[in-house]
């Protein structure tokens, strides 16, 4: 069965650092990947995809994040975080039909 | 924000009880699908549905059953709820017109405690 990990359960910065979140995905064939976002109180949101080309894709509010394919990585980047990032981030694969394969989460608090 | 709704926001129920709940979609997307979110587990999906009476199980379905008889409704049942059931349980839909690349819009979720 797929799996995926992201390795950074907790992460706590200060405005105006650099963020990147991990996660690494099991399967070996062709692959979707998503990250969504989940803000205090609210829905979960998609962040940003990557299907084909570019491996390097741009989402909403400054995130973005590269695909590597040799190492099964989807990692999340954000030059310069601000306190409204305050969330949780999932990292989803899809792999087959429509059905996605969340990572554990991430969260993040951003301190003012 | 896509159109769904999730019914009841809040539960506690009693261990052994029957519990249903509803999400409703206003968009009349082809796919729902139903997911449990716990601790350091993300979200893991409990069944999902690809059309009207056509449903299927996902990772975790031991002790849940769905049924969709409408477009617009999908029920989740727990036929005897116990405290493991205990978890935020989110709804969620996609068109189903590109096979792996369809975003998922989620609900509001359901937070639901079995004592």
């Known amino acids: 069965a797929q799996s995926v990990s992201q390795h950074n359960h907790h992460v706590i910065l200060s405005e105006a650092a650099s963020l990147e979140l991990g996660c690494n995905y099991s399967y070996g064939g062709t692959v979707n990947l998503f990250w969504y976002v989940q803000y205090p109180g609210q829905h979960l949101q998609r962040l940003l995809k990557y299907f084909s080309g570019d491996p390097l894709v741009k989402g909403i509010k400054g995130f973005e994040a590269e695909f590597i394919k040799s190492k099964f990585s989807f990692n999340l980047r954000k030059p310069s975080v601000q306190w409204s990032d305050t969330a949780e981030y999932f990292c989803?694969?899809?792999?087959?039909?429509?059905?996605?394969?969340f990572g554990g989460g991430t969260r993040l608090m951003v301190k003012p | 924000d896509a159109g769904i709704t999730q019914s009841p926001r809040h539960k506690v129920t009693e261990t052994g009880t029957p519990v249903t709940l509803r999400c409703h979609q206003t968009?009349?997307?082809?796919?729902m699908y139903w997911y449990r979110q716990d601790p350091g587990h993300g979200l893991r999906l409990i069944h999902y549905?690809?059309?009207?009476?056509?449903?299927d199980k996902g990772e975790v379905s031991d002790g849940y059953s769905v049924s969709r008889s409408k477009t617009e409704d999908f029920l989740l049942t727990l036929e005897s709820a116990t405290s493991s059931q205990t978890s935020v349980y989110f709804c969620?839909?996609?068109?189903?017109?590109?096979?792996?690349?369809?975003?998922?819009?989620f609900g509001p979720g359901t937070r639901l405690t079995v004592l």
């Open positions: 549905s690809y059309g009207v009476k056509d449903t």
């Open positions: 989803a694969v899809n792999n087959a039909g429509n059905m996605l394969t």
């Open positions: 969620a839909i996609s068109e189903g017109v590109a096979e792996g690349t369809d975003t998922q819009y």
């Open positions: 968009e009349n997307h082809r796919y």
